[in-house]
């Protein structure tokens, strides 16, 4: 296999200028626009240099919308890990000099669709007539609360962990929410349920799907979110800091949960080890981790599948301390789709935050507090897709 590592470099990450819940409604376009847009501003890289547009079933209307003609497009749209196997195929369309400057983009309102209805979204197709929904929907299983909660149950039975061990999980996702001021849950005026927690909170919340409660779940919200990439001789000459992709892997294991060979293992296993293989490196190597948190068992599962803790033990990297403010190996540190935001697609915040923190630009004023920014050079990011269906992982580093 051609070695990739480094072809390219993430180069500026933005936001929309709204996220969370916001006082007017948004369509899914509007975030996207901003989020590029604010994008474009922080790396100084003209709309009209990009010739990569990279989307969940989007470019086709982005590029109309920019005024762009691009070279290379790409609409793969397969869940939350989305955004992290279109920074692998930017990559790898970057190194085959295809493109030089590449975009990825994310607009989702998941909030503001309940007010707005059709016209503000979908960000990608849900297939809701596909057979797979049709061989699942007669068993009660209706949402994905009703899902994940199988695999906790499964966990819970194979290893001997319970919920209070998964709940650690949220309580210390919570802890860096309170050092990120655009958080829904950075205090108890951001909302009603916002500021700190404690392992009582989280059992004693309302029920969702037992053993989930409310605390196990993500936010539903709104959010716009961007990353440029581009090749090595580009990046060199911006003044924004470059965050390399040092390696890159996807895979899948299944798409309706009924055909999950086991409930506590996802393809993160395969996907993470043909990223550390393209970078060199291993999971020992990683100083900090962006995990896709959907639920707090996803997080967990997500942990041993990629190596940095033991089957059965990963609920311990938080339960133990290693994964919170001053820890080892800091996870989430923008507060995670379970304090910070999750539109429904949580892929795209992962990226934002994963190259805040190896940029060192995650206390800027506006992306955190003290104590937020941390001192990590490498990290691993991987997205979850579906019904714990398909992975996407990136080792990114400093420059």
Same mark, same amino acid.
């Given at each position: 296999m051609n070695n990739l590592s480094k072809a390219a470099a993430l180069v500026g990450a933005a936001e929309s200028n709204e996220i969370g819940y916001p006082d007017e409604p948004r369509t899914s376009l509007q975030l996207h626009i901003e989020a590029i847009k604010n994008a474009s501003d922080y790396t100084g890289i003209p709309i009209s240099d990009i010739d990569g547009v990279f989307?969940? $079933?989007?470019?086709? +209307?982005?590029?109309?919308?920019?005024?762009?003609?691009?070279?290379? !497009? +790409?609409?793969?749209?397969?869940?939350?890990? #989305?955004?992290? !196997?279109?920074?692998?195929?930017?990559?790898?369309?970057?190194?085959?000099? =295809?493109?030089?400057?590449?975009?990825?983009?994310?607009?989702? %309102?998941?909030?503001?669709?309940?007010?707005?209805?059709?016209? @503000?979204?979908?960000?990608?197709?849900?297939?809701? +007539?596909?057979? $797979?929904v049709q061989m699942v929907s007669p068993y009660g299983l209706m949402g994905p609360p009703s899902y994940y909660a199988h695999a906790m149950v499964r966990h819970n039975h194979e290893f001997g962990t319970t919920p209070e061990d998964f709940a650690h999980v949220a309580v210390v996702t919570r802890e860096w929410a309170t050092k990120n001021p655009r958080a829904v849950m950075f205090n108890d005026e951001s909302h009603e349920f916002g500021g700190p927690i404690d392992v009582d909170t989280v059992n004693n919340a309302p029920m969702i799907t037992w053993p989930l409660?409310?605390?196990?779940?993500?936010?539903?919200? *709104?959010?716009?979110?961007?990353? !440029?990439?581009?090749?090595?001789?580009?990046?060199? *000459?911006?003044?924004? %800091?470059?965050?390399?992709?040092?390696?890159? @892997?996807?895979?899948?294991?299944?798409?309706?949960?009924?055909?999950? /060979?086991?409930?506590?293992?996802?393809?993160?296993?395969? #996907?993470?080890? =043909?990223?550390?293989?393209?970078?060199?490196?291993?999971?020992v190597d990683m100083e900090m981790a962006m995990i896709y948190d959907s639920f707090t068992v996803t997080a967990a599962i997500t942990a041993e599948m990629l190596g940095l803790a033991p089957r059965g033990e990963g609920h311990k990297l938080w339960q133990d301390g290693h994964a919170a403010p001053g820890g080892r190996l800091p996870i989430n540190t923008n507060g995670g789709g379970l304090s910070f935001n999750h539109s429904g697609m949580y892929g795209m915040?992962?990226?934002?935050?994963?190259?805040?923190?190896?940029?060192?630009?995650?206390? +800027?004023? =506006? %992306?955190?507090? /003290?104590?937020?920014?941390?001192?990590?050079?490498?990290?691993?990011? %991987?997205?979850?897709?579906?019904?714990?269906?398909?992975?996407?992982?990136? =080792?990114?580093?400093? *420059?």
């Amino acid at each position: 296999m051609n070695n990739l590592s480094k072809a390219a470099a993430l180069v500026g990450a933005a936001e929309s200028n709204e996220i969370g819940y916001p006082d007017e409604p948004r369509t899914s376009l509007q975030l996207h626009i901003e989020a590029i847009k604010n994008a474009s501003d922080y790396t100084g890289i003209p709309i009209s240099d990009i010739d990569g547009v990279f989307s969940t $079933a989007w470019t086709s +209307d982005l590029g109309e919308h920019l005024g762009l003609h691009p070279k290379y !497009i +790409d609409t793969t749209a397969v869940g939350g890990c #989305s955004f992290q !196997i279109h920074v692998h195929h930017a990559l790898c369309a970057i190194y085959a000099g =295809v493109i030089d400057t590449a975009l990825v983009s994310h607009g989702e %309102n998941g909030w503001s669709q309940r007010r707005v209805g059709k016209e @503000g979204g979908p960000s990608y197709p849900t297939h809701r +007539d596909a057979p $797979a929904v049709q061989m699942v929907s007669p068993y009660g299983l209706m949402g994905p609360p009703s899902y994940y909660a199988h695999a906790m149950v499964r966990h819970n039975h194979e290893f001997g962990t319970t919920p209070e061990d998964f709940a650690h999980v949220a309580v210390v996702t919570r802890e860096w929410a309170t050092k990120n001021p655009r958080a829904v849950m950075f205090n108890d005026e951001s909302h009603e349920f916002g500021g700190p927690i404690d392992v009582d909170t989280v059992n004693n919340a309302p029920m969702i799907t037992w053993p989930l409660t409310m605390l196990h779940c993500c936010l539903q919200t *709104d959010h716009g979110g961007a990353v !440029i990439l581009a090749r090595p001789e580009v990046a060199r *000459d911006l003044q924004t %800091n470059p965050v390399w992709v040092a390696g890159a @892997g996807e895979s899948m294991g299944h798409s309706t949960m009924l055909e999950m /060979e086991d409930f506590t293992a996802t393809s993160a296993a395969r #996907s993470s080890a =043909v990223a550390y293989e393209m970078a060199g490196l291993s999971a020992v190597d990683m100083e900090m981790a962006m995990i896709y948190d959907s639920f707090t068992v996803t997080a967990a599962i997500t942990a041993e599948m990629l190596g940095l803790a033991p089957r059965g033990e990963g609920h311990k990297l938080w339960q133990d301390g290693h994964a919170a403010p001053g820890g080892r190996l800091p996870i989430n540190t923008n507060g995670g789709g379970l304090s910070f935001n999750h539109s429904g697609m949580y892929g795209m915040h992962l990226l934002i935050e994963a190259y805040r923190q190896l940029s060192g630009t995650a206390e +800027d004023g =506006v %992306n955190g507090i /003290e104590g937020k920014q941390t001192n990590a050079r490498t990290c691993v990011v %991987n997205g979850t897709g579906g019904l714990l269906s398909t992975t996407g992982t990136l =080792v990114l580093t400093a *420059d």
